[in-house]
T-cell receptor, first 108, second 115 residues
Framework: GQQVMQIPQYQHVQEGEDFTTYCNSSTTLSNIQWYKQRPGGHPVFLIQLVKSGEVKKQKRLTFQFGEAKKNSSLHITATQTTDVGTYFCVGGSYIPTFGRGTSLIVHP | GAGVSQSPSNKVTEKGKDVELRCDPISGHTALYWYRQSLGQGLEFLIYFQGNSAPDKSGLPSDRFSAERTGGSVSTLTIQRTQQEDSAVYLC?????????????FGPGTRLTVL
């Protein structure tokens, strides 16, 4: 079945440093979504990418969808303590498949 | 309603007992999803409803798990003869459109503890 691998599992950064999480699928994805889950909270939708090679930005967050639609990345510039949480990529053509998530820890 | 609601928020039960978890999706949302999240883990897909029907039940861990949705709205996830490994947070999400093409809105989850 479809698998969505996400790395790294954890990332510690100093406030102000950049952060990137990567997502790779074993199969071509029709689209990919990114969610953020704060500690003790539930996942909250960030963005959806549909087109091959698509790049979208939300303030300090940059999302990319690979040309082959098998990989994606989320990059955060100049992290802040409010960025703390677990970031999940979700791929699928019919049934959503969550990556394991990358937990971001920001040290002030 | 303002968002997806789930009840109860916490459930502690004894091994072997049955439990029923409830999800109230956002009004008008066609698709409804159930997930399970163990401590520090990602989300494990359980089942998906398109309207009242469940096209894919392959994510359910065992035949002790079942789910239904009535009136295209409320859904219940039932776990029979609970086991300790069933302990997890059970999350429900709904989306306006079916087929994983739309934003999923998550409920706060039900934390299930099986003693």
């Amino acid at each position: 079945g479809q698998q969505v691998m996400q790395i790294p599992q954890y990332q510690h950064v100093q406030e102000g440093e950049d952060f990137t999480t990567y997502c790779n699928s074993s199969t071509t994805l029709s689209n990919i979504q990114w969610y953020k889950q704060r500690p003790g909270g539930h996942p909250v939708f960030l963005i959806q990418l549909v087109k091959s090679g698509e790049v979208k930005k939300q303030k300090r967050l940059t999302f990319q969808f690979g040309e082959a639609k098998k990989n994606s990345s989320l990059h955060i510039t100049a992290t802040q303590t409010t960025d703390v949480g677990t970031y999940f990529c979700v791929g699928g053509s019919y049934i959503p498949t969550f990556g394991r998530g990358t937990s971001l820890i920001v040290h002030p | 309603g303002a968002g997806v609601s789930q009840s109860p928020s916490n459930k502690v039960t004894e091994k072997g007992k049955d439990v029923e978890l409830r999800c109230d999706p956002i009004s008008g949302h066609t698709a409804l999803y159930w997930y399970r999240q163990s401590l520090g883990q990602g989300l494990e897909f359980l089942i998906y409803f398109q309207g009242n029907s469940a096209p894919d039940k392959s994510g359910l861990p065992s035949d002790r798990f079942s789910a239904e949705r009535t009136g295209g709205s409320v859904s219940t996830l039932t776990i029979q003869r609970t086991q300790q490994e069933d302990s997890a947070v059970y999350l429900c999400a709904s989306s306006r459109l079916s087929g994983f093409v739309d934003t999923q809105y998550f409920g706060p989850g039900t934390r299930l503890t099986v003693l």
